[in-house]
Structures are given as C-alpha cells and as structure tokens.
C-alpha cells in the first residue's frame, strides 16, 4: 500500500491558494511594513523587539517552504491532523531539527521562537502511534516556514478514512450514504410483507427515511459520550489536561 507524504499533501494545498487569500496577505505585508518603518519604530518598539523572534517572508527564505494557516487548516481537515506549538508533541523532536534552527538564527541573524508541530493527534496525547509530524516556525507575516519533517509517512486512505470527521456537513453525507447503502442491500421481503411491490417503492424509500434517522441518533449518542470533536475546530485547540485530544 502506498503511503501518502504530508509535504506532497501541503504542497498541493498551496496550488489552491485562491486570489482573496493572495489579497489578504498583501495586505498584511503592507501594514507590517508601514509599523516597522523609521518613523514608526519608536512608537512600535516592543513590536519591532519581538519581531526577530520570527522569519521574515521578505529575506532570501526558501518560498517552496513557506505554507499559510488556511494550508495548514485545510490539510489538518482532510487527514484529521493536529497544528500545535512544540510543547505538547509528546515524542522527542529529532536533532537534526535542533541543528537546522541554529543555522536559520545564525543566517537570518533572529532568535526563532512560536514553533509548531504538524502531525496527527496520537502524536500529542498518550497512545502514540509512529507518523509524519512537521516542525514549523512562524513568520513576521502569519505564514508558516518548514524547517524539518520527519517519521513514516501516512496512509494514502487517510483522508477517506477521515472524511465524516471534518465537519458536521462531512458527518451528515457520510450517514446518508451509509443509510442509503443499507437500504439498497435489504431485499424486498424483509422491507414489505407486500410481494407485488418492486425493488424501488415507496417501501424502500420509507425504509431509507427510518434507517437515517436511526443511524443520525446512534451517531449523535457515541458522538456525545466519546466527547468527539470535529477536525474543523480541533485542529489548532490546545489539549487540556485529561482530555483527549483524537
């Protein structure tokens, strides 16, 4: 089976990068610049201090590398993945990453602070499992820079494996479906005692109605007595204590 790579993914991501997001971030490249300019940085001291704790997009960076929050956002949504800082990934992160940090402080003359982890969520609570995880450092502009990723990458069927976890409109598609399938492979005797009814009747569409609405309350109950959250609004919450984070 061939596994999918988390980079590969991202990249592909970054192809869909729509016009308003490229408008939103010249905007805020614009109101950066204006608040670090000579006439400005005095009355912005704190922030300009603060700002060589984080990457400058402008600085000869590598931009292959370079991914927003909506990237990383829709990533985390398809394959159920976790975008957390440093300090909840439960595994220890690899030297070589150390190593390429101290190359980017020495390079780009900054003291990098604000990273953040890319991986999938038994990576930041207590039954780790081995996958991908990336290790970002943020930029003065929001955006996100890659520095080091590492660990086997994952299962190509992850994002269908996951697809009722996105969001509520993914859950409901995902039941339909199952409800549907259900319908469809029930014969006809068992729907209706009536032997004249064809295999598509008003029986079977009654039977879809009921198995729906049987499947929707099921769901809804493990959903609530698991404490399930949807990857839409999990993927950048902070785990609280004796939380699960899946």
Not at 170 to 181: A, D, G, Q, R, V
Request: glycine residues 2%.
């Amino acid at each position: 089976m061939r596994s999918k790579n988390l980079q590969q993914a991202l990249e592909s991501e970054r192809k869909q990068l729509s016009q308003q997001e490229k408008l939103l971030q010249d905007a805020e490249r614009i109101l950066f610049k204006s608040r670090l300019s000579d006439k400005n940085i005095l009355d912005n001291l704190k922030f300009y201090n603060k700002s060589f704790e984080f990457l400058d997009d402008d600085d000869e960076i590598e931009t292959e590398k370079i991914f927003t929050a909506l990237q990383l956002k829709s990533i985390c949504k398809k394959l159920r993945l976790r975008f957390l800082p440093s300090q909840f990934y439960q595994e220890e992160i690899p030297y070589e990453a150390v190593l390429k940090i101290k190359d980017l402080n020495i390079k780009y003359r900054k003291d990098i602070k604000h990273f953040k982890i890319l991986s999938a969520s038994s990576f930041f609570a207590e039954n780790k499992k081995q996958h991908q995880a990336m290790l970002f450092a943020q930029t003065i502009y929001g955006n996100y820079y890659l520095i080091h990723a590492w660990g086997k990458p994952l299962n190509k069927w992850r994002s269908i494996l996951f697809f009722s976890a996105r969001n509520f409109e993914s859950l409901f598609i995902s039941i339909l479906l199952f409800s549907l399938t259900e319908a469809l492979l029930l014969p006809n005797n068992i729907i209706s005692t009536d032997e004249r009814a064809d295999y598509f009747s008003l029986y079977r569409m009654a039977c879809i109605f009921h198995l729906l609405i049987l499947n929707a309350g099921f769901t809804i109950f493990i959903l609530f007595s698991s404490r399930f959250t949807f990857s839409e609004s999990n993927w950048d919450v902070e785990p609280l204590k004796n939380r699960s984070v899946y």
